[in-house]
């Protein structure tokens, strides 16, 4: 599926005509077409509430433009600005201007009003470790583990990851990326590791940018002789993240080489790290006697981490991402909640690969809450005393919220319902079959609630889903794209597809 097979030959250039398959010709006919389509019009009296309307409110996200959320159970995950049973939250332009009960019209004036009634309002959710370009993979491995099935299928050097091109990068970004903006989850750490060449990287970030969501971008080894890992970090900075006013940036995703994180902070982006083994633990507490184990790390699964590694982690300052559904279905070991609370960590949550699971963060949060009380629960039961606390379902929202927003270093933008961030905001359902009659608004998101719930989402201001749907999204297209880039990888790897298949073929690939 390579660009140069896409624009070869009469046969490829009709069915790039009918369907739309280059970036451009996607990014023109999905977003830019329908986008427009949408969003046509615009005023500068108040307009009725927009719940009653079936268009999104026009222009949203631009500057001078107000959007006022009337009348919702607002949960900021901001301490200091509140939680509210019924509040407003005005929003100008990208940024969120103010919050709390009954704004006035005077301070609204202009604004476009949207009906929060039934609307839990909060900040987005944040994925802090999701390797994207697998989603044109899902749920291929569903059953697998991680040695023996996914390090060998997936990500080995004759594994599946070998045989993906450009635009197939490209495909799974942009899809993993609508998935989530439709399931809630408005910005991610991405670590697509497929930069075999600079044209795989820059397809992964066009991916991306496509999509419109907020997103770090960590730059990943590839395989081959065109990879440019790591030294390709220095122009991808220059080309794609020389601002810090765009919803991407960068952030180098290595392995524990000093070599590799030095060359990280030379070019001033975050680095990101697994540590998944006691091999893994001991490399980083050798980094760590070095003093290069700093605030500007991120440290994924934290399996298996010391006494030692846990303080040298929180004493530097470092971030913490627990995914605990893959941690526990494909055997890295118990997800590390208790210890992680235990150093004084507020750990943040990821999703990790679809190759063998849902990248919905409901899913992710519930896991979370009954991981941590169930070992908890069996202290209890063996008769421990002075136990730590329950963890409780407003621990788990700010989890996957600010927490989030402060591991991917974009806190001071993001994960809060602050007035001064930038308005990634999400609307959930709370009148909806699942969870009607609401009792409790945390509970219901952590304890009840899906991905059906999620009604509306703006990131930086502007609306991406309205009414439960996506916004400016050809999903037919899309669907076309994803089914053509998932079998030209599997073609190429001689991978046999087989839809009744519930355990990856072992001895197929790897």
Request: proline share 4%; with cysteine.
């Amino acid at each position: 599926m390579s660009r140069q097979r896409l624009h070869s030959g009469k046969q490829n250039k009709a069915q790039d005509h009918e369907d739309g398959t280059t970036r451009r010709r996607f990014l023109q006919s999905s977003t830019a077409g329908l986008v427009a389509g949408a969003f046509a019009g615009g005023a500068v009296l108040p307009e009725p509430l927009a719940a009653q309307r079936d268009d999104p409110p026009a222009r949203s996200g631009e500057n001078g433009r107000r959007i006022l959320l009337r009348g919702g159970i607002v949960l900021s995950m901001d301490r200091q600005v509140g939680d509210f049973e019924r509040a407003d939250v005005l929003i100008e332009g990208k940024k969120i201007l103010g919050v709390g009960p009954n704004i006035q019209t005077g301070q609204a004036s202009g604004a476009a009003v949207i009906d929060a009634t039934d609307r839990i309002v909060m900040p987005g959710m944040i994925d802090t470790h999701h390797h994207q370009y697998q989603a044109v993979l899902r749920a291929i491995i569903a059953d697998a583990l991680l040695t023996a099935d996914y390090n060998r299928v997936i990500n080995n050097p004759n594994g599946l990851n070998a045989f993906y091109e450009p635009d197939d990068g490209y495909i799974g970004e942009l899809l993993a990326s609508v998935s989530q903006i439709r399931a809630g989850v408005t910005t991610c750490v991405d670590l697509s590791q497929i930069s075999h060449s600079p044209a795989h990287s820059d397809a992964c970030i066009a991916g991306l940018k496509e999509s419109g969501r907020r997103a770090v971008f960590g730059f990943s080894a590839g395989l081959g002789p065109a990879n440019k890992f790591p030294q390709d970090l220095v122009r991808l900075k220059s080309q794609y993240f020389s601002s810090e006013d765009q919803l991407l940036t960068l952030a180098l995703h290595a392995g524990l080489d000093r070599n590799n994180w030095e060359l990280a902070r030379q070019t001033g982006v975050p680095i990101v790290s697994h540590v998944t083994n006691a091999m893994a633990v001991a490399q980083l507490e050798t980094l760590g006697r070095a003093g290069l184990m700093r605030d500007d790390n991120e440290y994924i699964h934290c399996i298996r981490f010391t006494e030692t590694t846990w303080k040298m982690a929180r004493d530097t300052g470092g971030k913490i991402s627990i995914a605990p559904v893959i941690e526990m279905t494909e055997g890295h070991g118990t997800p590390p909640f208790q210890e992680a609370l235990d150093h004084g960590f507020r750990p943040s949550l990821s999703t990790d690969v679809e190759t063998s699971m849902t990248a919905d963060m409901f899913t992710v949060m519930r896991t979370s809450f009954a991981v941590q009380r169930m070992l908890l629960n069996e202290r209890v039961a063996r008769g421990e005393q002075n136990l730590p606390l329950w963890l409780t379902c407003r621990d788990v929202l700010e989890f996957a919220t600010i927490e989030g927003a402060r591991t991917a270093h974009l806190d001071h933008k993001v994960g809060s319902l602050t007035p001064g961030k930038e308005a990634d905001i999400i609307l959930l359902r709370a009148d909806d079959l699942n969870v009607f009659p609401l009792n409790n608004a945390p509970g219901a998101i952590v304890t009840l609630m899906d991905t059906s719930n999620v009604d509306t989402v703006f990131i930086a201001g502007k609306v991406m889903v309205w009414r439960g749907r996506l916004v400016g999204v050809d999903l037919a297209r899309l669907r076309r794209l994803a089914d053509r880039a998932r079998d030209g990888i599997l073609a190429r790897a001689k991978y046999p597809k087989n839809l009744l298949q519930t355990c990856c073929p072992r001895g197929t690939a790897g």
